[in-house]
């Protein structure tokens, strides 16, 4: 199917498409996106489908809903219903896409997430991914909320189950917690920018949510960390859950990341249960020796187990690569 502004295609918007497809849809369909910019609050949830961009940087999907933003029973939005894509659809691919939610600065709209991404065999590739506070989901939703009796949002309340993603060449911009969630995912060759929230702390790239007893969590693999916030203001990670897992292997480092890398989110047990770890990262912004105790640096057998394949496998034959 060929989705098109100019009315060149089988539909005008890219939900159009999607809805067309069989809910208990068992076979690759593949949705070309001609260059344009879509207005759209997208939701799949149906699985093997395709999402095939002209261009990274002239095919874009948009939308401006945040945490402040108010539903039509006049209650607030909050994270997860704030998402400009969803999808919990099982092997989905996006390619070539940029999705972005403009609704700015946190300060002033609170969260407001680019893509809630909650299927399992999900692959992200040579895509950009823009927003501030928030800017990627991956599912699952923790097993409960800090505060509060429920987390909103479309899988609120339903069943948890663990997911694997691959996020390949992609471009992901944000500033406080914007990589966040409970998923396996490998983060290949990406970049990663913090925005410039002209703060003393401008930020935390990653808040894993790992499930306890899970062996992986993020994984950033060759990746580089740029930004144009002033030095030793951004923090690599922290957790989000007191189980967080997040490893950095061969990975760029800008001046902007802090030396101590890692923020405990003011929980104690999180030092001890929490893992993070380094190999062989580079840059100005690789203090290794200044990194905090708790934190780990890899030796050349550690590492070996990083693989794509071993980090993404599951009882299923998937290969990314």
Request: aromatic share 12%.
């Amino acid at each position: 199917m060929i989705v098109s502004k100019n009315d060149d295609g089988d539909f005008d918007t890219i939900q159009k498409a999607v809805d067309s497809v069989s809910k208990n849809n068992k076979k690759r369909v593949i949705i070309k996106v001609k260059a344009g910019v879509y207005k759209e609050k997208l939701s799949i949830r149906k699985p093997f489908i395709s999402l095939i961009g002209e261009d990274v940087s002239s095919t874009v999907i948009t939308f401006n809903d945040s945490a402040n933003t108010l539903m039509a029973n006049k209650e607030r939005m909050r994270t997860f219903n704030s998402y400009t894509m969803f999808v919990d659809g099982d092997d989905f691919i996006c390619e070539n896409i940029t999705v972005e939610n403009n609704a700015g600065d946190g300060d002033l709209v609170g969260q407001a997430v680019a893509v809630y991404a909650d299927g399992d065999r999900m692959i992200f590739r040579n895509c950009r991914l823009l927003a501030n506070q928030d800017t990627l989901f991956t599912g699952p939703l923790p097993p409960k909320p800090i505060e509060g009796n429920n987390f909103g949002g479309p899988k609120d309340g339903m069943k948890r189950r663990d997911v694997r993603q691959y996020y390949e060449n992609c471009y992901i911009r944000g500033d406080i917690d914007f990589i966040f969630g409970s998923a396996t995912a490998v983060f290949n060759k990406c970049e990663i920018f913090s925005n410039d929230k002209n703060k003393e702390v401008n930020g935390f790239i990653a808040a894993a949510s790992t499930p306890e007893g899970k062996e992986f969590g993020y994984v950033f693999l060759d990746c580089k960390f740029i930004s144009d916030a002033r030095k030793h203001t951004v923090y690599l990670g922290r957790p989000w859950r007191d189980y967080a897992k997040t490893v950095f292997i061969r990975c760029f480092m800008g001046e902007h990341i802090i030396p101590e890398g890692f923020h405990n989110w003011n929980k104690a047990n999180a030092e001890k249960e929490s893992y993070y770890a380094e190999y062989k990262s580079y840059g100005p912004g690789a203090a290794n020796d200044k990194r905090v105790k708790w934190a780990k640096l890899l030796n050349d057998k550690e590492v070996e187990k990083y693989s794509i394949t071993n980090i993404l496998k599951g009882n299923d034959d998937w290969k990314v690569i």
